[in-house]
């Protein structure tokens, strides 16, 4: 469904607090806009986005129709070891995007 | 009647006519959606950083940073942080909650604004203190003025 962009850092030492940023394609209507029918657009948003790293959650975060669209974070993750960084977009309608990096730490 | 008496009389019809036209949320809504969230336990002021532009252009992307004063160790860490708008129809924005890999309780958005308003910012601890702060951001065009062309 939508397109994501996301930047993980390639390598970081450990301890480090790195900066991870993701976004991804999505209009978040809001319920306040009309085509150009002049019909009101249903809501139609992503709901939750999870960062995991090293088998544990970095952030979740609940979306609400007042945050823009193409919803952009950006957060930091303590550095451990060398692993994968998963990436999950959940749709209202159950749509999940998915995207992942791998963080080199040492 | 004296000229006093006959100026309030102005001022209130004034305002009891004005009342209808402000159909957005006021700020007895953001009371209640925060009382709904933490559940009217006390707060105070101070840990919690909201940065926003003073002024923002278009309320449909107004860059936000959230940030909390914490060392996130263990046992003394931000358990989750929630971000309200004063005078949006639906006052929370967001909820973010701070998984055991978060490196900082720092975290960055951007939100959608419906005017003129302050932004709130609040955030839970792990001894489940709740602190907070409160940033005022002009407004030019609103996120949900109708406009027939969309950028």
């Not at chain 2, 951007?110 to 792990?126: P, W």
Request: one cysteine or more; proline letters at 5%; aromatic letters at 6%.
């Amino acid at each position: 469904m939508a397109n994501s962009r996301i930047k993980v850092p390639e390598s970081a030492r450990v301890g480090e607090a790195v900066e991870i940023r993701a976004m991804v394609m999505h209009p978040m209507e809001n319920g306040y806009n009309v085509d150009t029918q002049g019909t009101t657009i249903p809501v139609h948003i992503i709901t939750d986005f999870v960062c995991r790293y090293d088998g544990a959650e970095v952030i979740r975060v609940k979306l609400e129709p007042g945050l823009s669209a193409n919803p952009f974070f950006s957060f930091y993750l303590k550095a451990t070891k060398t692993g994968a960084v998963d990436f999950e977009w959940v749709d209202q309608d159950g749509t999940v995007t998915t995207a992942g990096a791998t963080l080199r730490v040492g | 009647m004296n000229r006093r008496d006959a100026l309030t009389a102005i001022g209130s019809g004034a305002t009891l006519i004005l009342l209808p036209l402000m159909s957005f949320a006021g700020d007895q809504d953001v009371t209640d959606a925060i009382k709904s969230v933490f559940g009217g336990k006390p707060m105070r002021n101070g840990r919690v950083t909201l940065e926003l532009p003073k002024l923002a252009e278009t309320g449909n992307s107004v860059p936000l940073t959230l940030s909390v004063k914490s060392p996130m160790s263990a046992h003394d860490r931000v358990l989750r942080a929630c971000i309200f708008a004063s005078r949006n129809p639906r006052p929370l924005i967001a909820t973010m909650t701070f998984g055991p890999h978060a490196g900082s309780a720092s975290f960055n958005t951007n939100i959608r604004l419906s005017g003129t308003q302050d932004v709130i910012g609040i955030a839970e601890m792990s001894d489940h203190s709740l602190w907070r702060t409160q940033v005022r951001v002009f407004v030019t065009v609103g996120a949900c003025d109708a406009l027939q062309t969309r950028y």
